[in-house]
């Protein structure tokens, strides 16, 4: 398993106003370019721990994905930006964030015209069922082509049970009914084919190991009487039980693919 860079955000870039997070396009300490998710905006730390569990599992599955840093917002950082939602964004963000090397020159994956193959489009929709990502629609595909090959981003909206934190063990035997949205349904024909591929890639080991890889800091949820190893005990559970459970979320995938088809 690979370690995680930790780099300091030294320059603010530009925004990206996509949705309400607040993204921001910014330079880091090594020279190179990130979007930075910033902990203070939206649905905040839990969507950082989404996005750097959803993006380590997708990669060990096999997929492209940017490289993922844990990037440090001291407090003296933006104090010259001039629009003061970022200058409170960048306020309540300060410490650990989480940044993804900037793809410059990526261009958006439209599922009309970039031909994607069935296996892959049944991989990928695979890993969304299986993350609970309600983030990769025909409105968002949050998938790139860079230097001619596909990427996957953004999976910040994945393990959406943490969100009302209910029940995660009911929630880890869902089916996710949600996957009738994803982009690439109508192209997954071969749903059985890709479970039985990607569940002898990824083993209960590795789902443990990546989530070990979330800082405490991230873990201190607002209202959650429970310490940092508790929380990740619950995550660990969540990934491992429905690993072990896959064709339920991949039956409810093929049965709403017939709907489309």
């Known amino acids: 398993m690979r370690e995680i860079r930790h780099q300091s955000v030294v320059r603010y870039i530009t925004p990206l106003r996509e949705g309400g997070s607040l993204p921001a396009l910014a330079e880091a300490d090594d020279g190179f370019k990130y979007v930075i998710k910033f902990r203070g905006a939206g649905h905040g ?83 969304d ?55 690439l349904l109508p192209r997954a024909s071969r749903l059985a084919e890709a479970d039985k591929e990607l569940r002898q890639r990824i083993t209960p080991r590795t789902l443990e190991r990546i989530v070990d890889m979330v800082p405490d800091e991230w873990l201190d949820y607002d209202g959650l009487d429970l310490s940092a190893d508790d929380v990740r005990r619950v995550y660990k559970r969540f990934l491992t039980e429905r690993l072990k459970n896959s064709g339920i979320f991949v039956k409810q995938a093929i049965d709403a693919r017939q709907t489309l088809i």
Request: hydrophobic content about 45%; charged content about 20%.
């Open 45 to 127: 730390k839990k969507a950082l721990v989404a996005e750097l569990i959803g993006g380590e599992v997708a990669r060990a599955l096999g997929f492209r994905v940017p490289e993922l840093i844990f990037a440090d917002v001291s407090e003296h950082f933006g104090r010259t930006e001039g629009d003061e939602e970022i200058q409170d964004l960048l306020r309540a963000s300060r410490g650990l964030n989480l940044g993804m090397h900037y793809l410059s020159g990526s261009v958006t994956v439209n599922p009309y015209i970039n031909g994607i193959d069935e296996m892959t489009a049944s991989k990928i929709v695979w890993l």
């Open 129 to 183: 069922a299986f993350l609970t990502n309600v983030d990769r629609t025909f409105r968002n595909t949050n998938m790139l082509i860079w230097n001619k090959e596909l990427w996957l981003i953004d999976h910040g909206a994945s393990l959406y049970f943490h969100h009302a934190w209910t029940d995660p063990d009911k929630s880890a035997l869902s089916p996710f009914v949600y996957i009738k949205d994803h982009a």
